[in-house]
């Protein structure tokens, strides 16, 4: 399947992304990853792309777009991929789809998961994360909880709450989403691409989503 997820943070694209690679062998493709991964591999993009990161700048919609080219064409992407939050903005969805355009490329499904806000805030404020950089445990006080003196149960290191996850940033991150992501449920809406799901159950929405593609 070739799927957008959008949503807030906290409402679970990388859950469910996860799930639907499992699911028929799409891959799963995030800003975040192909940058790293270019970087690592060394290729010019990846050259390109690390400068503007170590200077803390952020990675143009150009240099991007290139990269996610380059991505797209691999050999793991014949059995589809699952863009996991990107598009971020309307610029951007624009340059995606003249990009599956050149490619030849059909979209499947956009996916707008629509988790109430009371729902992410309680997901995200709840998440601790292991502070080791090698490990990055990922913690949660109510469900998945760390030893009772708040260390790590792989590596033993400090269990932390990431800076991005107190109430105060997760408000700040829901509100530029809002701003800037929100306005691509209307583009993908028009485009006619467009589901809705509701649900704060992972299992539920990619029923939700395969039903959808099949029914198409
Ligand atoms: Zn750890």
């Known amino acids: 399947m070739r799927v957008i997820l959008l949503g807030a943070p906290g409402a679970g694209k ?7 690679t499992d699911y028929d062998g799409s891959v799963q493709i995030s800003t975040g990853d192909i940058l790293r991964g270019a970087v690592k591999a060394g290729t010019e993009l990846g050259k390109k792309a690390q400068g ?17 080219e380059a991505r797209l ?12 939050g990107f598009p971020r903005t309307v610029p951007q969805a624009d340059a995606l ?9 059909k979209l499947d499904l956009v996916v707008n998961l629509d988790v109430p806000k009371e729902v ?13 950089a090698d490990c990055q445990e990922i913690y949660n006080i109510k469900s998945k909880p760390p030893t009772a003196d708040g260390k790590c149960k792989k ?32 583009y993908y809406k028009k485009e006619g691409s467009l589901k809705t799901i509701s649900s704060i159950s992972s299992q539920e929405i990619v029923s939700g989503i395969t039903a959808a593609i099949k029914g198409k």
């Open 97 to 105: 789809k003249k990009l599956l355009q050149k490619l030849k490329l």
């Open 52 to 68: 503007y990161m170590e200077r803390g700048e952020l990675v143009p919609d150009s240099l991007i777009m290139e990269i996610m």
């Open 155 to 186: 590596c033993g290191s400090k269990v932390v709450q990431r800076a991005d996850e107190t109430e105060e940033a997760i408000t700040q991150r829901l509100l530029t989403y809002n701003e800037k992501t929100a306005p691509l449920i209307d």
């Open 120 to 132: 992410v805030l309680d997901r995200l404020t709840t998440r601790r994360t292991c502070s080791n």
């Open 14 to 20: 990388g859950t469910v992304a996860k799930l639907l």
């Open 73 to 84: 064409q691999e050999p793991d992407c014949k059995k589809g991929f699952i863009l996991d």
